[in-house]
RNA sequence: GGAGGAGUGCCCGAGUGGUCGAAGGGGGCCGACUCGAAAUCGGCUGAGGAGGUGUUAAGCCUCCUCCGGGGGUUCGAAUCCCUCCUCCUCCGCCA
């Protein structure tokens, strides 16, 4: 949620820099209703200042025995109160409504992104490693998978649907192994909290991080619940401190969950068909900040190379795009995609998100902090990205460290999370 | 699932229709005492919003809202009624 105050004061650079986002969002609307809402508002508050000291001069009279006088003030009092009442309902209304458009309108792009009206034109910012190549074709990794015999889709849509799968033997292993090395990796080395939260969240978390009331169709929802399958552990942890003061001494706080996440993929009929890019349910270790403002661009960086190192310790060759206004989600300032290259698909696919949200989430989080040496509260900045999803990791891992007839390496650093199994050999049928 | 009990400020805790945003205590901050500290004494110490003043600052002033959430009764609600949520105790069931 914007600062409603921003807007009141800047509505030509608020439009201006949403402009760069595309797509029509009712600033103006919003200063109309703000208008609406401080006119009735000092309305409202005039009489019930009026109502409050004439209850009052009721109270004393009572007490001093005028009943008659008191009865007849308690009449007065009984007309403010039928047009408080029906002032009272046109704000509520007002509010409400003013509210739900500005619930409506996205963050505003920090001014270091990039201007663009699609993913084509996110600006790809480093490079690291070079995809391998192969002296004979690479195979993706669903062939790869029937090879191997890990992977059952077939049984996965007959048990519940497409966009599922099963993983046997090795490809659960090493989808277990890849949740711990990355786990470890940030908790050990770069001094993250782990969190194993619910895997099922109410609504005011979903609007807390901003996937409602907007992308409802993107989520699944329990029947007869108010309740929600997480798409993200971003959900889950930024919430950890919804509606808290946090002292400034804590900050910065960081958390790092493995999750299932749940999507629905709605409009995504077609799209990655094949294989295990694209789930319904997919495993993914996410890393959550929450920070001061001074400090978020700073911290958005450093999260990145988190993210990043798991990869250079898998030696699995990937870039970093900053994504441009047009292609930047909802509540992010700021975002650096990872992609990774599979030689199977001879391309490079999203492996992590990583965005500052400034303090777009706190507020409608209500997230904060006591400054140092007391103060009024702020709000505090959040950041969130995958680190990372474990099976596009896994798709990785097996397209770039296959082999010709196959089977696939481990890469060293799993070793110690695959009970010493260092190789996949083909399926024996 | 059944039967009871409870939700008040940073924490504990009083308040059962009128001047209560809320006694008292703890904690924290500031000051006095002290070479310094402890103890003691004094003062301050919730959040959000609207308006005014001020450089669209800090600060100050006025007012409104908030005593788990929502709704209702009343001239007036922390206090009465309804409803939902959460927690605790006992029973049942269960991994």
Known sequence: MLDLRLIREKPEWVKERLKTRGGQYPIDKVLQLDERRRALL???????????????????????????LAQTIAEQVRNIGDRLKILEEELKAVEKELFENLAAIPNIPHESVPYGESDKDNVVIKKFGDPPSFSFQPRPHWELGEILGIFDFERAAKITGSRFTIYYREGALLER???????????????????????????ASMFGTGQLPKFKEELF????????????????????????????EILPLYYTAYTPCFRAEAGAHGKDIKGIVRQHQFNKVELVKFVTPETSYEELESL????????????????VVVL???????????????????PGQNRYIEISSCSNFEDYQARRANIRYRPKGGGKPRFVHTLNGSGLA????????????????????????????????????????
């Open 304 to 319: 990145l190379l988190d993210a990043e190192e798991v990869l250079q310790l898998l030696e699995l060759p990937y870039r």
């Open 324 to 342: 441009c206004t047009g292609d930047l989600g909802f509540a992010a300032a700021k975002t650096y995609d990872i992609e990774v290259w599979s």
């Open 42 to 68: 000092q309305e409202v508050e005039v009489l019930r200042h009026e109502r409050k000291e004439k209850s009052e001069e009721i109270g004393r009279l009572k007490k001093a025995g005028e009943i008659s």
């Open 221 to 248: 929802k329990l029947e007869d619940w108010d309740y929600y399958l997480i798409p993200t552990a971003e959900v889950p942890v930024t919430n950890l401190h919804r509606d808290e003061i946090l002292p400034e």
């Open 390 to 429: 474990v099976g596009r990791t896994l798709m990785a891992l097996l397209e770039n460290y296959q082999q010709e007839d196959g089977s696939v390496i481990i890469p060293k650093v799993l070793h110690p999370y695959t009970g010493g199994l260092t190789k996949i050999e083909p399926k024996k049928s």
């Open 177 to 203: 192994a890849l949740i711990n090395f990355m786990l470890d990796l940030h908790i050990k080395k770069h001094r993250y909290t782990e969190v194993l939260p619910p895997f099922i969240v109410n609504e």
